[in-house]
């Protein structure tokens, strides 16, 4: 069982990292088997939260609105970090986010990492379901507020320790950190119709463009469309 890592867990706006925004940030350092030093900030979104997002997490737009902007809260974290290996639940998913997220600064953020899921995956294949909530639930560990990116790192830590006491003897190399890997997508540029699109929007709602039709992405003029579709006319 490591005694020094990082276990952390992020909530976003959605599943993919090039579309989707972190919104919530939480981890845990552990030193010599204890908890050294604890990460929990929001960060701003450029996209507004959706509903589904709110009832999952129970993070709402106000919550975060007075947030640090995304390159400021990614940057800390990524100094917190430090050479630590990584430990999640469904680690590859916060990986990639987090991946992409240092990408946009000009940064790296090559780590090892260990999936308490996949460890969850080979020793308890009689489960039904190996989310955090069952296996928390199965092994009696207490999560404060389940979706919430710090309790559930936390969660995640104890089901870490568990998880080895009970398995780490029988199969040590599925305690072994591996080498996460992300391959972060290309942005795509907004086709013609998107701007053509966004164009008459602009015009039918009597909205000032904001944005320039050469170096808008794909993702984003989505984002306005939708935006200018749910907005009145001045």
Request: glycine share 4%.
């Amino acid at each position: 069982m490591l005694k020094s890592y990082v276990c952390f867990d992020l909530e976003t706006t959605g599943l993919d990292p090039l579309y989707n925004e972190i919104i919530e940030i939480g981890a845990l350092k552990v030193r010599d088997g204890k908890v050294a030093e604890r990460f929990m900030e929001f960060i701003h979104p450029q996209e507004e939260i959706s509903p589904m997002i709110t009832n999952l997490t129970g993070i709402t737009n106000e919550m975060v609105a007075n947030a640090r902007p995304a390159d400021t809260v990614i940057s800390d974290f990524l100094e917190f970090c430090e050479d630590d290996v990584l430990i999640g639940h469904n680690v590859g998913f916060d990986y990639s986010f987090m991946k992409s997220g240092a990408s946009n600064l000009g940064l790296t953020f090559e780590k090892f990492g260990i999936d308490t899921f996949k460890i969850a995956q080979r020793t308890l294949k009689s489960l039904p379901s190996k989310s955090l909530s069952s296996l928390c639930e199965y092994y009696q560990i207490e999560n404060k507020a389940a979706h919430r990116a710090y309790y559930d790192a936390l969660a995640t830590a104890k089901l870490y320790q568990t998880l080895a006491h009970y398995f780490e003897n029988e199969d040590p190399s599925l305690f072994k950190p591996q080498q996460l890997t992300y391959k972060i997508k290309k942005v795509q540029p907004a086709t013609a119709k998107q701007v053509a699109l966004l164009q008459r929007l602009c015009s039918q709602k009597k909205k000032v463009p904001e944005w320039n039709p050469d170096t808008i992405t794909r993702s984003e003029a989505s984002r306005l469309i939708d935006s200018l579709l749910k907005s009145k006319v001045i």
